[in-house]
């Protein structure tokens, strides 16, 4: 089980970190020849990245279309943030301070997590304007992510897990060395959804988390009469007709 896990999580890590990597790189060479920020929009450029930045830290353009909507999506998402900001103490020695004074809410962050998910996949499932346009991809990963969560909340509340040992198997992998990882069913579980997860996440829709930051809608200034707006490709274009 300890072999098995460590080749899996090395590959996982590889194909996230390359893959995610590779689709940023795609992104940011993606010329945008047209000014196109959704109105009303910044003026300036530091308008337009602190945009960006309440749409990644509020989601500020939900909130004015689906009220709904963006309370599944923020119950969801922090009740993520939460949970990954506490499991970093399984690759930290020793262990940071917010870390640890955040460790007795991580069951809370649970718990939101796994009502944010099935909220959003209900929705899915019974609005039919959602479920017609919906395909196999989202409710895989919907339900992906709730495994996890469900997975990680038995061993808080059932069945619980040598969570010392789990810890020295990662920090162990972290210098490439292995060391005995507990022989608990749940576990390999939750650990075998996770590195799924790892695995798909550069090919899935999840990549809107990255993809955010390069959408011309939101990070391009409205200033068209100010500055005028050439994609590279068109600048190299018109040089060459000078």
Request: glycine letters at 6%; a positive charge; charged letters at 15%.
């Amino acid at each position: 089980m300890t072999t098995f896990f460590a080749v899996l999580y090395y590959a996982a890590f590889a194909v996230l970190v390359v893959g995610v990597g590779l689709k940023i790189a795609q992104y940011a060479r993606v010329p945008a020849p047209l000014k196109i920020p959704t109105t009303p929009a910044p003026l300036t450029r530091s308008g337009a990245a602190f945009r960006v930045g309440r749409e990644v830290a509020l989601f500020e353009s939900l909130f004015k279309a689906n009220k709904p909507l963006w309370i599944f999506a923020m119950v969801f998402h922090l009740g993520l943030a939460l949970v990954l900001i506490r499991h970093l103490r399984y690759f930290q020695d020793p262990v940071w301070l917010p870390v640890t004074l955040l460790q007795p809410f991580g069951i809370y962050g649970g718990m939101a997590m796994i009502a944010g998910l099935a909220a959003l996949l209900v929705r899915r499932i019974i609005v039919a304007r959602i479920a017609y346009i919906s395909g196999p991809s989202d409710y895989a990963m919907l339900v992906l992510l709730l495994a996890i969560g469900a997975s990680g909340m038995m061993m808080k509340m059932v069945a619980h897990t040598d969570i010392i040992a789990v810890k020295a198997f990662f920090t162990g992998l972290m210098v490439f060395e292995l060391r005995p990882l507990p022989a608990d069913p749940i576990l390999g579980l939750h650990l075998l959804l996770v590195a799924v997860l790892m695995l798909v996440f550069p090919f899935s829709k999840l990549l809107h988390a990255p993809g955010i930051f390069f959408s011309p809608t939101r990070n391009q200034a409205d200033d068209p009469r100010e500055r005028r707006h050439l994609a590279p490709w068109a600048a190299d274009l018109e040089r060459e007709r000078t």
